[in-house]
């Protein structure tokens, strides 16, 4: 009768559950965080170490989190938890970004603008807590995915003292010179009834009329000559212009030509009968003329246009003298090489007038006849006998082709789709408008040349940001910081009201100013008397009503929230994503410039955009949206987390319920492996069972061994955020290293082998020292997961894996090892071989399994000897019966197997001569009689 020997192996035990079940675990030890004051506890850990700053960059208090914060939050926190593993003090204060249109917008939806329900002050008020409860709904879940940070204590825009310190970083942009006053052409949002950042502009198609408009000389004559033709009687001379925005043409000042392009005098189609020349581009005319229906290019006379300048033209439509001038800007890439000239309507336009004087000769209605709703002020003079004032300029596009068809002065009309700048919020085409503003300039203290110094001394990931915002950079025009908004801080400054010069003390009161708002908010700006400062010069001088940009006021978070709490500039990293080269990097960038003129960061890493796994933007319109509530409500947090790591977030960001579940299997395998390691170390206490480095079998050093050369290269893609190669190297390792060859060999010695043998100690200190390795590798990464692990480890700890540093119990293989990685690499190759041979077998029904085989290894003579004194534990890496290795006179080697005849012992399976022989146990074999009774077997090699 059978003796029932279970009662002797040492099989696992561990209560760390098979199952995460972590949308139950997760907020269970998230309450337990906050009740312990999980981050105050780490910083508190951390003291005395060296600072790593990532500076949180500011998400808009607005409506609940997507997939994109997510992404954004989980990224920042998995690099600030591997800096504490790295040994440094990492603070993390989470912002927000809290004034701006959109809420403005909410509030208006349901109170009115201001004046109709609320005051101004009221209205800033219901601002102020619209922010501050989206803030509340959102940190919820930022809190949920698993991010620590100081969410007690975070920083926000709408914060007194915040607004304060941005005050104060604008005097002293001030003092330095950065700051100009003038009637520039800005992005305009008639919708927003304000002016727009650059970052606040996107480009999308838009149909547009394209129309060809001839500008008459004053004196064809005069200007023919020019060409050195001859002007036949009756024929009329043009400069045909060309433009996809009708709308301008009241604000049209000039033509511009380009001063290095040649231009010819050709013969063009006729003006009610009458015959009309008209100035091109060489190098455009065939193509304008073919517009025209002319298919011959008669040519009169060449010029070149730097010859033009001053020759004057009739405004197509108003009597109005049109200076042909000369600019830069005009290409002969399209059009007819003349740009008509609008300085109300665009930079490039405004830039040349301005060096013309062009701006002195006319009103600011003549420049810029447009209000700011989009509609041409009272004053605007009618196209003939077509009215235009009160007309929406959208509208005006089709109405002046009828008035130019009419008067015989357009040469062509079409309809074209082409890019067109948009507002972000609306989506709604936008337009430029000459409007006093306030701007930093980029050039008059030279804060471009500045800028793109610094760009230099950045680190860049990935490197071709650093290209990107230089690009942006080096073209951007004046950065317009003011906005015509209620909700937002004041440009507390006072101009005169005839000169319109700043107050020469201005940054002193802004300072002052400044020092009343931290007390009692931005309202005392619009309350305050101006005789309190200015005391009789008061009547002298207007309050500026405009508020800053809200790109101003994150640009300036360096200042107001880094410097204010004490940590040090430059931040080292900013982390956002790739469309904030243009956004939030470059406002830093320019204010950190202003202010220090230094970068206010050391590196930038950016991310990518979520989309479907077909590539396509998620959205509710397409339904292919998955919010990270619903991941963490099915799957948990940790799921998300590991998607996260393990995406290569450079680029676009691919989600769909399949990648999730591949994503969810690959932590189940993470976790089972997790579970196998504490399973085999139950009843192991390393402060009496931990086993030294060079006292332990050779498997277990090497495993050891392995796991060191793992953590060096976890810790270096940490270091150099590369968290999809160390989910990848994770997973190779649970899979490869541990699964199907460490916890599968270590088995035996685990399960049969005495207690308190070396053996099994040896692989219990191995896998001890694995899994508080293993532990930390995946703390940044699955944070709930670690803490988990954490509990179960054998041993005192401290009390969260989050204050332990990397694992320094791990070491590689000394030199002199008796096995070194180069031969335990052989061996493995030789256990791939023995594989393929007993495959077949096993298919063919010849073995049951490995260990019914017997294995012969024909080597060479010189690896013969080197493997032959580990033959009798070869068994056990191949998990097989006998090994036997011969030399033979060859260069390969040869792997034969056959079944076994020996019997089998019950209690560890292997086929041993010498099962049956001690009587009281006439099912084992000799080890493992001696493993139950006696002194037990020892292993050296597996």
């Known amino acids: 009768m059978s003796q029932d020997y279970k009662a002797t192996l040492n099989l696992p035990a561990t209560d760390f559950p098979m199952r995460g079940d972590l949308p139950k675990r997760e907020p269970d030890t998230l309450a337990r965080w906050e009740r312990d004051g999980l981050y105050r506890q780490l910083r508190e850990n951390a003291k005395g170490r060296p600072l790593f700053v990532l500076h949180d960059g500011p998400p808009y208090a607005n409506g609940a989190i997507h997939l994109g914060h997510a992404v954004n939050k989980i990224l920042k926190d998995i690099i600030v938890k591997s800096r504490y593993l790295a040994g440094f003090d990492a603070p993390y204060i989470p912002g927000w970004d809290c004034h701006g ?47 620590v940070g100081d969410w007690d204590n975070p920083y926000k825009s709408l914060d007194f003292r915040f607004e304060a310190n941005e005050m104060r970083a604008l005097a002293r942009i001030v003092d330095n010179g950065h700051l100009a006053r003038g009637v520039k052409p800005v992005h305009w949002c008639f919708d927003c009834g304000s002016a727009l950042a650059e970052a606040e502009i996107e480009y999308q198609d838009k149909v547009s ?39 301008t043409l009241p604000a049209s000042l000039a033509v511009s030509l380009g001063p290095d392009l040649d231009y010819v005098l050709v013969e063009g189609p006729a003006r009610d009968g009458q015959p009309r020349w008209l100035v091109l581009a060489e190098a455009l005319a065939a193509t304008a003329l073919a517009r025209y229906g002319i298919d011959e290019v008669v040519v009169h006379g060449r010029a070149p246009g730097a010859a033009l300048d001053g020759v004057l033209l009739a405004h197509p439509f108003y009597d109005r003298d049109i200076p042909v001038i000369l600019g830069d800007h ?53 196209a003939g006998d077509t009215v235009l004032a009160g007309l929406h300029i959208w509208k005006a596009n089709d109405v002046l082709v009828e008035v130019l068809r009419g008067n015989g002065t357009l040469l062509a009309y079409a309809r074209i789709e082409h890019s067109y700048p948009h507002c972000w919020r609306h989506k709604t085409p936008v337009a430029f408008r000459a409007t006093p503003q306030w701007f930093i300039s980029m050039d008059q203290n030279h804060l471009r040349a500045d800028a793109l110094t610094a760009i230099e001394g950045v680190r860049w990931y990935p490197a071709w940001g650093q290209a990107r915002i230089a690009g942006m950079v080096e073209g951007r025009p004046d950065w317009t910081i003011s906005r015509q908004r209620t909700w937002g801080v004041p440009i507390a400054l006072f101009i005169h009201r005839v000169t319109g010069d700043l107050h020469p003390r201005s940054t002193e009161l802004m300072r002052q100013v400044a020092d009343r708002v931290e007390q009692d908010g931005i309202d005392v700006w619009y309350s305050l008397d101006a005789r309190e400062l200015l005391g009789e010069e008061a009547e002298q001088y207007d309050k500026v009503t405009d508020i800053l940009d809200v790109w101003f006021d994150s640009g300036v978070t360096h200042e107001a929230v880094l410097a204010d709490r004490g940590l040090p500039k430059p931040a080292d990293l900013y982390l956002e994503g790739s469309d904030q080269h243009r956004g939030w990097f470059q406002s830093s960038l320019l204010t950190g410039v202003a202010l220090d003129r230094a970068a206010p960061y050391r590196q930038c890493l950016t991310h990518g955009f979520t989309v479907d796994e077909h590539g396509r933007k998620m959205s509710k319109s397409l339904g292919n949206g998955i919010e990270p509530q619903e991941i963490m409500k099915t799957l948990g947090a940790d799921i998300l987390r590991l998607w996260i790591a393990s995406a290569d977030y450079s680029n676009e960001m691919s989600l769909s319920q399949e990648i999730l579940k591949r994503n969810a299997d690959a932590y189940r395998r993470i976790r089972n492996t997790a579970r196998f390691l504490l399973g085999n170390l139950h009843g192991f206490d390393p402060a009496r069972d931990l086993r030294p480095l060079d006292d332990m079998v050779a498997l277990d050093r090497w495993i050891v061994h392995r796991a060191w050369e793992l953590q060096e290269k976890i810790a270096g893609a940490y270091e150099r955020y590369d968290f999809a190669e160390i989910v990848q190297a994770l997973l190779n390792f649970c899979s490869v290293d541990l699964g199907s060859l460490y916890l599968d060999v270590t088995k035996d010695r685990l399960y049969t082998m005495a207690a308190d043998s070396r ?91 490995a260990l019914d085989a017997e294995i012969t290894v024909a080597a060479d003579a010189a690896t013969a000897a080197r493997w032959q004194p580990l033959a009798e534990e070869l068994r056990f890496l191949f998990i097989s019966g006998d090994v036997t290795v011969t030399p033979a006179s060859t260069d390969d080697i040869f792997v034969s197997a056959q079944p076994t005849s020996k019997p089998k012992c019950v209690r560890c399976w292997h086929h041993r001569d010498d099962v049956g022989t001690d009587p009281r146990h006439p099912e084992l074999c000799g080890r493992c009689v001696s493993n139950i009774e006696g002194p037990g077997e020892d292993r050296r090699w597996f």
């Open 759 to 849: 053996g099994r100690r040896s692989a219990q200190s191995a896998m001890y020292r694995v899994a508080e390795a293993f532990v930390r590798w995946i703390a940044p990464v699955l944070s709930f997961t670690a803490d988990e692990l954490w509990g179960y480890l054998p041993g005192e700890r401290a009390g969260n894996v989050l204050f332990a540093t990397w694992y320094d119990g791990l070491a590689p293989l000394p030199a002199d090892a008796a096995l070194s990685p180069a031969d335990f690499e052989q061996l493995l190759v030789l256990r791939e071989q023995v594989a393929k041979v007993l495959e077949p077998m096993r298919a063919n029904g010849v073995i049951g399994a």
């Open 101 to 147: 249109l959109p809420i403005e917008i909410a509030i208006e939806k349901k109170y009115g603008k201001v004046g109709v329900k609320l005051d101004a002050t009221e209205f800033r008020q219901k601002c102020r807590e619209y922010a501050t409860a989206q803030i509340d709904l959102q940190r919820r879940d930022f809190k949920r995915l698993g991010v």
């Open 330 to 382: 005009v290409s002969a890439e399209d059009g007819t090489g003349a740009v008509h000239t609008a300085p109300g309507h665009g930079q490039e336009d405004y830039v040349v007038a301005r060096q013309y004087g062009l701006l002195e000769r006319y009103n600011a209605s003549q420049i810029n006849p447009v209000d700011g709703r989009g509609v041409y002020l009272p004053t605007t003079p009618p």
């Open 209 to 247: 009329p394209a129309v060809d408009v001839a500008y008459a000389a004053r004196d064809g004559q005069a200007l023919a000559a020019l060409f050195g033709a001859g002007l036949p009687a009756g024929v009329e001379v043009a400069v045909p212009i060309w433009t996809t925005t009708p709308w």
